[in-house]
């Protein structure tokens, strides 16, 4: 049975929104638990940061965080979410904007991101966070594109 504590999260994931929300805001805070919080329990949890090794499992996961909170706050945003959702999955492809202050100036980078959350027991958590390599210029607009896959 679901801790009390736990209980009470969930009802702060009710949503993938809520999720995704809380990933982005423990990352901007630079929080490795309130990252880790937003995962599922899962065994088989994936992640990828841009340019890096596919990352399997809770442990793995958390040590890839590690690293991305060990400078501390990321002043990470995600925008122009797409959002494809059934009753227990949802999939987000985000554009993250990332800001960085470089040599006395901002400098803002994207990154395409894809999320996938999964409603559990616990309300709806992260499972898998995959992050493409970025890029200085802003991504063009989203389009629909041909319904010919490649």
Known sequence: ?????KA???ALM???DDVEAQFYEALREGDLDKVMAVWSEEDE????HPGGPRLV???????GFEAVCSSGALNIHAENVRRMQTLGC???????RIEVNEDGGLRTGWVMAT????KTALGWRMVA???SPGTPHKPLPLTNGSAVLH
């Open 8 to 10: 009470q999260t969930a």
């Open 129 to 131: 966070h995959h992050a």
């Open 1 to 5: 049975m679901p801790s009390r504590a």
């Open 14 to 16: 009710a949503s993938p």
């Open 57 to 63: 499992g809770a442990a793995a996961v958390r040590t």
């Open 115 to 118: 999320n996938v959350y999964l």
């Open 90 to 96: 949802a999939v987000h492809s985000v554009m993250e």
């Open 45 to 48: 949890l994936l992640c990828v």
